[in-house]
């Protein structure tokens, strides 16, 4: 199975400042043929079902403000707030859609500071 | 617009069975593979089930395989989770999810919508 690691387990920001989270895969999930990494990012707020932020490690999903942004290739990966908002308090998760089972991380608790 | 609602959820004894279901509606149901992934108390993700668009494939993870089984009726735009033999550890929210991307035959595509979640107890 593909394990996927985030960091921090939690972390806390300034309004309108940078937030980074990073999650590292125990194996490569970039796909040679078509030059695509099966990394997704999800939000999570309490009560409520995940949303898709960022799927293909950088591509950001339809609505989704574009201070979120992905990158990172191969088995390492970094979802950026580049300046947090109120309502961005929310629990975020990876997850590798490459390979059976699909697997997430362990998810980063974004606080404000 | 896409929505899908999961429902059946309960409290249930250690050992016992019940049936989750998903409403799929706003979409070609037919053409996506969908996914069950669950939600213990306080805990993280955890993806348990898909079934591949047109039913001919599946697969489970390991903590669920031989005690679940997912099914989907496309004519009803329907999804369900069998379970089976429940211990404590299977006490979590479950949620249906879609791939966000047609005619993925297993892995392949993130979920684009998820339902509300229903609440599983397994408790004596």
């Known amino acids: 199975d593909i394990v996927m690691t985030q960091s921090p387990d939690s972390l806390a920001v300034s309004l309108g400042e940078r937030a980074s989270i990073n999650c590292k895969s125990s194996?490569?999930?970039?796909?040679?043929?078509?030059?695509?990494?099966?990394l997704a990012w999800y939000q999570q707020k309490p009560g409520q079902p995940p949303k898709l932020l960022v799927y293909?490690?950088?591509t950001r999903e339809s609505g989704v403000p574009d201070r979120f942004s992905g990158s990172g290739s191969g088995t390492d990966f970094t979802l950026t707030i580049s300046s947090l908002q109120a309502e961005d308090v929310a629990v975020y998760y990876c997850q590798q859609y490459y390979f059976s089972p699909l697997t997430f991380g362990g998810g980063t608790k974004v606080e404000i500071k | 617009q896409v929505q899908v609602v999961e429902s059946g959820g309960g409290v249930v004894q250690p050992g016992g069975s019940l049936r989750l279901s998903c409403t799929a509606s706003?979409?070609?149901?037919?053409?996506?593979?969908m996914h069950w992934v669950r939600q213990a108390p306080g805990k993280g993700l955890e993806w348990v089930a898909f079934i591949r668009y047109d039913g001919s494939n599946n697969n489970y993870a390991d903590s669920v395989k031989g005690r679940f089984t997912i099914s989907r009726d496309n004519s009803k735009n329907m999804l369900y989770l069998q379970m089976n033999s429940l211990t404590t550890e299977d006490t979590a929210v479950y949620f249906c999810a879609k791939d966000a991307f047609p005619g993925i035959a297993a892995a392949g595509a993130p979920f684009d919508y998820w339902g509300q979640g229903t609440l599983l107890t397994v408790s004596s």
């Open positions: 194996q490569s999930i970039l796909y040679t043929s078509n030059s695509k990494n099966y």
């Open positions: 706003g979409f070609t149901f037919s053409s996506y593979t």
């Open positions: 293909w490690a950088s």
